[in-house]
Structure formats: C-alpha cells, structure tokens
C-alpha cells in the first residue's frame, strides 16, 4: 500500500541538530599561527602536465549548494565549513602539494536545472579541477551525466571528477556508468544492508517490518532487506509513502500536508502484520509522526531507524522544538529505539578535542556555526586534502580520481572510531561501516557492540 504526502524532499546528508558544541573547552595544544613560510609548488612528474584548475601556486575546485537557501535546506554551512577547512590548510600547514586550495561555490538552489548549468559553468569558464560534496540525489541525477561524459560522445575518457557525493543513493557506486563519480556519505543500500546484519545477530527470530520512503532513498532499503530476508517469514509487511513534491514557496503549511493517519494507517498494517522489529526507512518528519502515535511502542516492541534520523533533530521534531522540555519529551519517546552513526556526535563527545579543534578552525576562518553540517563539511575537505596529497605528482583529473581510488584505512578526524574511507577502481562507496547506538530517555547514546561492515 502506498500513500501520498506533501511534504518537502528528504534531505540527502544526516539531517541536522543546529546545536553548538556544549561549554567553552579548548584544545590544549596552543592555537596554531598561520605558516610564514612560502608555498613551494612541487615539481610534477615528468611529462605529466597539470591539469585545469592547477597552477604553480592554487588549486582550484568547484562545488554547487543551496547557498542561498532558497531551496529550503541549511546545506550552505557545508560549503562554509569545506572552505573554512581548506583555508586553515592553505595558512597553517603550507597548503596541499604546496599550493592553496580554493573552492568556488555556486548557488544552485537545490533544483536540477540550475545545478547542470552551474556546474557546466564551473567546469568550462572557470576551469576547475573536480567538482565535490555535490547534494541531493535527485539534483545531481541531472548533472552527473555531464561530469562523467562532458562532451555526450560516449567516451568517458574526458571525464570531471565527481567526488565525494552527499547523496547516499546506492547508484553512484555502478563505476561502469559513473565512472568519475565517487561517494562520500554512507548509502542507503549499505545502511539497510548493515540494520539486516543487526537484526540477525541482535534480533533474531523476530518478525520484521519496513516502512519506507518512496524514493530512491526507501527503495534502498527495500532492496536490502528483501536480500536481507528473502520471502516472507521473516519480513512479513513492507510499506511505502510517496512524496509529493511541494509546489509552492517556503515550507507547506499543515492544511497542505496529508493528515497523519496516512502514516498510523501504515503502522498499523505492520502491526496488523505482526511485526516485532520496525525499521524506518523515512525522514524525520515522517519518523515523528510514527513516534507521536498513541501507544505506538506497546504495540512495536523495537524500531531501527536510518541514519538519516540524528537522533537530536529526531527528538525536537517529536517534541515539537529545541527547548529542554521538547527534546527530553522526544528522547523519551525514542527511548530503546536503534541508529547507525558515523561521526563524532556534538553532545556525547562535546569534550573531545578534535571537536574544540573543528570549532577554532570554524571561528577563526569565517566558517559556520558548529553542527552536524559543519562537523561532515570537515570530514569531506579532509578526506579531499588526503586525495589532493596523494596526487601531486600527477595533479590532472585523471591523477585525482586514482588518488581518490586510493584511500584505504583513511579515517578523517571527526568521524568514530572503527569507520574509515575504502574505496577502489571497482568500488566507489566511501563509507561502509556504521556504528550501532541505542537511544537512551535522557538523550544520551549508547554503543552497541562494535561497529558493523556492510557485507553485501
């Protein structure tokens, strides 16, 4: 059964708890002073000439985000925060391959059209090296066919590099026909791949349900965990809501959404299916409405949520705002509840000190204000600096993408214990290993086990 909804696009990258770092803690190392030292462009390999975008002492990439937010989404701090980063780079360790990294950003509102032509753009007037971090799997559906094939003769030999994709549609990793495209975030297809593996060794036995998003995004997980649980003894219903895509300006007013018992009647045919185990393969605001069902919980014993779910957003979506009240109301009713996390979370780990470090660098070169947003822009430009180092002495397209082919084992700062960046030729999904966590009434998270790999 599926049903229609007006609600806006789910959000491609972890949807976002806009909450500072807690305290003034600093890192004890002193803060750094910009190097005084010149930038010295190495000498490339012979024969090997340097491709657009690089000069003897810049390198220069490209990227498009809704910077003016028009496109109703709070993406513009990535692209703040990737900068940012990339500026703390270039003035304290001596830049990349000893040139300056800079990012031009273009607005391209979060619609399809726009980002084709600004990334056309990019490529062709501004002659940037690779184009990064781009958004949204819908909108860059239209754009990567132009960086993977920029001249449409079927050759893909001329492509742009197209790395490290905050879209966690499961169709970027076909390396036949996105070839120059690489992920970053970890994709829906692993994620419901590792929430199956869960249940088998946590769960076992127990009857499972999927309520899911219509999308590329739900599909994901469909797939997963009808591979997962071929038949249906063990997966007894599978459910699907279809989004509506909003057509007017700003945020749909509740009389322009569909009523929420259109989600209780899904639950309900879970319930009515016997399900034990509820994995919700659905954004926030779909994932309060099934938590803000009366009695829900006596009725599903356990639910798995997608990543996409931050626990903090979840919890003030629940509890409708970001005072205490509302997010302890939230948490309480997420209590028990299972997600799978990446990065280092800005309320458990507010001490760390690589989370005061992000913050300095944020502050001290114009960056965002410190969130999940902020936190991911840095794990992106971190691993894009280690990609850049690993080319210098083939500084083309052609070089980047096998730099990018490259990383194994690397494992960005700000990202948890036990997840790393592995990628190959044949494999250009980033991120494949999650760390289950239980959310706890009071908001805090608990480990559950060791971090699971996706197997598939």
Not at 139 to 149: E, G, I, K, M, R
Not at 163 to 191: E, H, K
Not at 280 to 292: G, H, I, K, Q, Y
Request: hydrophobic content about 40%.
């Amino acid at each position: 059964m599926k049903i229609r909804l007006f609600l806006l696009p789910l959000m491609s990258v972890v949807i976002i708890l806009v909450a500072a770092c807690g305290g003034d803690d600093q890192a004890d190392d002193p803060t750094p002073t910009p190097s005084e030292t010149p930038m010295e462009a190495p000498t490339s390999r012979p024969g090997v000439t340097p491709g657009p975008g690089v000069s003897d002492t810049q390198i220069v990439l490209g990227m498009t985000n809704d910077l003016s937010g028009e496109g109703g989404t709070p993406y513009a701090a990535v692209t703040s925060a990737v900068q940012a980063y990339f500026a703390s780079v270039s003035a304290e360790s001596g830049g990349v391959c000893g040139r300056e990294v800079i990012v031009i950003a273009a607005d391209d509102r979060y619609t399809p059209e726009i980002a084709l032509e600004e990334t056309k753009r990019l490529v062709e007037e501004e002659g940037v090296l690779a184009i990064i971090g781009a958004q949204s799997t819908d909108v860059h559906l239209s754009v990567a066919p132009y960086l993977n094939d920029p001249n449409a003769d079927g050759d893909s030999e001329d492509g742009v590099p197209d790395l490290f994709l905050s879209s966690g549609w499961s169709g970027w990793g076909d390396t036949d026909r996105f070839p120059w495209s690489v992920g970053f975030i970890p994709d829906y297809a692993s994620d419901g791949a590792i929430i199956a593996s869960y249940i088998k060794e946590h769960l076992a036995g127990l009857k499972v349900g999927l309520l899911y998003e219509d999308s590329n995004f739900g599909r994901d997980y469909l797939a997963s965990l009808e591979g997962a649980f071929p038949g249906d003894e063990l997966l007894v219903a599978t459910v699907a809501y279809e989004l509506q895509p909003f057509e007017g300006e700003g945020t749909p007013s509740p009389d322009e959404e569909e009523s929420p018992p259109a989600i209780e009647t899904l639950i309900q045919e879970l319930i009515d299916a016997g399900a034990e185990v509820v994995v919700l393969a659905t954004a926030p605001a779909v994932s309060a409405e099934v938590f803000n069902i009366d009695d829900v919980q006596d009725s599903i014993p356990q639910f798995i949520l997608s990543y996409v779910n931050t626990p903090s957003t979840l919890a003030a979506e629940i509890g409708g705002g970001t005072q205490a009240d509302n997010l302890l109301e939230g948490f309480e009713s997420l209590a028990g509840s299972v997600v799978f996390q990446y990065m280092l979370n800005l309320i458990e780990d507010d001490d760390a000190d690589v989370l005061s470090e992000h913050q300095r660098i944020m502050e001290t070169y114009d960056g965002p204000s410190v969130t999940t947003l902020s936190v991911y822009g840095q794990a992106l430009a971190e691993t894009m600096v280690e990609t850049l180092s690993r080319s210098c002495d083939q500084l083309n397209r052609d070089g980047v993408l096998k730099a990018a082919e490259s990383l194994v084992g690397f494992q960005p700062t700000v990202l948890l214990p036990g997840i790393e960046v592995n990628l190959s030729p044949q494999d250009h999904r980033a991120i494949e290993t999650l760390q289950p966590v239980r959310i706890e009434a009071d908001g805090s998270l608990t480990e559950i086990g060791d971090p699971i790999g996706d197997e598939s």
